[in-house]
């Protein structure tokens, strides 16, 4: 038998002590500091929040929004499941339309990927929701596309799209012009749907 | 409008191209090169691939028993929820059993988290099964206890953990001693369930 820590609360604990005794959380405004914490502990690497890029009260909109009842708008299932439903305030509505069945024939009318496509039926709940990208960059360019085409504003962008091709361009895009909407994101190519949904838990309450 | 790749499956072939030009493979197997490339497609870090530990034949082994039906039985519903079905050789049962609600009380009586206290329902599906460790390293630990138990072996051991407290060990025992298992691991504190559904996806068949 081995030795080892069994006991999920000290896990947590332990991690997140380890975490904040590596991590320079200086710069971090105290509204984002547990959820750096929590990014970091999703991914195994501290130095993450090193590149964490955030505008001025990014966590209290967030929080102020799931506590109003904001629906959590997700790019994919991944992040979906990640999210905690007993940490969110009022019981928020979590929402993947990826697997909607208008999805395919969406991607091929505007000519993008079926994860942008997806975002074509947040439209009506896209005021003043939370936004959570956690895989496709293609999705993140979407959003700020359909912002400059007039839809109405989330109230905060959780921008951690990964991998090689077009994850940094959209997430630099995001930091460079949020349009005004708060957002944070992980610069480069680093992200996922671990990520952002453990943005989103530390967005909630805790138990 | 921003110019970026709205094509999924050229963005796909790149990022693959990518990985391949900036990741050194030349360790890595034949039957595991594809896994490598995915694994590192998941999270946006090339250097992953000179962190996986694995045994001889690991990468056969799994494909060989997804064709013969093997389940995949996952620690999270993250990483079950990133496998994708479609790539799955024989309709393969996807197995999640930590929202059983048996879970809260065999975690009381073993002492253990509810991730690892899950697995004890594993047990009369463990046999020749693919096992796939995408977040808790108790769960990891606790499988290999099982095996010691005696419980019948699986085919196939997937063990991304990731974290702080007990990951790096509980992979760390993996790849020292697998109790006669083909498995591929990560060492250190990196992983996920992007990671590990990235690995089965990878054992899975091209569309």
Chains 1, 2 share one sequence.
């Not at 208008?102 to 074509?120: D, F, H, M, W």
Request: hydrophobic letters at 45%.
């Amino acid at each position: 038998m081995y030795d080892y820590n069994r006991d999920a609360h000290a896990i947590y604990r332990d991690s997140f002590a380890i975490i904040r005794r590596e991590a320079d959380l200086s710069r971090i405004p105290p509204d984002l500091k547990a959820l750096a914490v929590r990014v970091a502990h999703a991914c195994g690497m501290p130095d993450v929040i090193d590149d964490l890029r955030f505008s001025a009260g990014a966590g209290t909109a967030g929080r102020e929004a799931l506590a109003a009842g904001a629906p959590i708008l997700c790019d994919g299932r991944m992040s979906a499941e990640g999210i905690t439903r007993a940490r969110l305030p009022a019981d928020n509505e979590v929402i993947c339309t990826l697997s909607d069945p208008q999805v395919p024939a969406l991607a091929k009318q505007i000519g993008n990927t079926r994860t942008a496509a997806a975002l074509e039926l947040w439209r009506p709940r896209l005021e003043g929701a939370l936004v959570v990208i956690g895989n496709a960059p293609t999705a993140l360019f979407r959003l700020l596309e359909l912002i400059d085409e007039g839809v109405a504003k989330p109230a905060l962008i959780l921008g951690f799209p990964v991998g090689f091709v077009g994850a940094a361009e959209s997430k630099e895009a995001l930091a460079a012009d949020s349009r005004g909407v708060p957002f944070v994101t992980l610069q480069g190519r680093r992200g996922g749907s671990a990520m952002a949904a453990a943005a989103v838990n530390a967005l909630g309450q805790d138990h």
